[in-house]
């Protein structure tokens, strides 16, 4: 069985600091995927960045940097300089081997200070 | 690019009338297709998810059906809808090609009065 975990319902950053958000995982596959998603107030579901279990680089996508730490079973998110525009609901996700499906974690509410 | 038309953005209806939420896929063919609900301040939950035309898997029991008429097409429907049945529902796409992240539409929010 596949699972996400994500331990923080809300959290604050200051604008232009960095913030980590974090996702950990349960899965008896080998290969699988990571996936973080940003949900602003809007509703659509915005793809931000994806780290594949035997990529041995964590991904980066601009501002946005996976941590991935595969023993740990952890594949946190960071945020660098943190903007206003980044305040929404982000959404850790899973794909694990031979599943077409994603598991999707409980989201953290990220809310940026000016 | 794959692009998701999911309508309509909005939707009230009374309890025990009909639904029906269309999602359209561009910019792709053979696609795997989902059907998510969110309640508010909530994770997504899959509700269905097809892998071809006509066929459908169910992750979880309950009023709604799916159906997958066109390779492109996935419709979301239910004869009579219950008040439970409130929430945002979000159309996803994905390649058939190993770990590519799914694709949302702009959802549709539906109240039940």
């Known amino acids: 069985a596949q699972k996400i975990t994500q331990t923080q319902p809300g959290m604050f950053v200051q604008e232009k600091e960095a913030v980590t958000l974090d996702c950990t995982y349960d899965?008896?596959?080998?290969?699988?995927?990571l996936f973080w998603y940003k949900q602003p107030s809007s509703g659509e579901m915005i793809f931000l960045i994806y780290?594949?279990?035997?990529?041995?680089q964590n991904a980066t996508e601009g501002r946005y940097s996976l941590n991935f730490q595969k023993a740990r079973k952890s594949a946190n998110l960071v945020i660098s300089a943190s903007q206003l525009g980044d305040s929404a609901m982000y959404f850790c996700?899973?794909?694990?081997?031979?599943?077409?499906?994603?598991?999707f974690g409980s989201g953290t509410q990220l809310t940026v200070l000016p | 690019s794959q692009t998701i038309h999911q309508w309509p953005a909005t939707l009230v209806q009374p309890v025990g009338s009909p639904l029906s939420l269309e999602c359209t896929v561009e910019g792709t063919s053979n696609p795997n297709l989902y059907w998510y609900r969110q309640a508010a301040g909530r994770g997504l939950q899959l509700l269905f998810y097809?892998?071809?035309?006509?066929?459908i898997s169910s992750e979880v029991p309950q009023n709604l059906s799916a159906s997958r008429p066109q390779d492109r097409q996935f419709i979301l429907s239910s004869k009579k809808l219950l008040l439970s049945d409130s929430g945002f529902y979000l159309c996803a796409c994905k390649g058939d090609f190993g770990n590519q992240p799914q694709h949302f539409g702009d959802g549709t929010r539906l109240s039940i009065l």
């Open positions: 097809s892998v071809g035309i006509g066929q």
């Open positions: 780290q594949g279990s035997y990529d041995e």
């Open positions: 996700a899973l794909l694990s081997g031979s599943a077409r499906q994603l598991t």
């Open positions: 899965t008896s596959d080998q290969s699988y995927g």
